[in-house]
């Protein structure tokens, strides 16, 4: 069950990037801070699930 959870969530961590690009947000808002900013989440919780620290979804696929 944990292992389908991890494989989940760094599915849509990955897809992060590109779904910021397609979203309508405030004009003048910064994209890398979006990014960074909902990506702290993902990183924390795959964290607690894997007893892992890893920053980037690239780190956490390999």
């Known amino acids: 069950m ?3 959870i991890v494989r989940k969530l760094l599915i849509a961590f ?5 779904r910021l690009k397609r ?3 405030i004009s003048g808002d910064d ?3 979006r990014r960074q900013i ?4 993902f990183v924390t919780t795959l ?3 894997t007893g ?3 920053a980037t979804v690239l780190q ?3």
């Open 2 to 4: 944990r292992q389908e």
């Open 14 to 18: 990955g897809a992060l990037p590109e």
């Open 23 to 25: 979203g309508r947000f």
């Open 31 to 33: 994209p890398r801070e």
């Open 38 to 41: 909902l990506s702290g989440p």
């Open 47 to 49: 964290g607690k699930l």
């Open 52 to 54: 892992q620290n890893f």
């Open 60 to 62: 956490w696929q390999g």
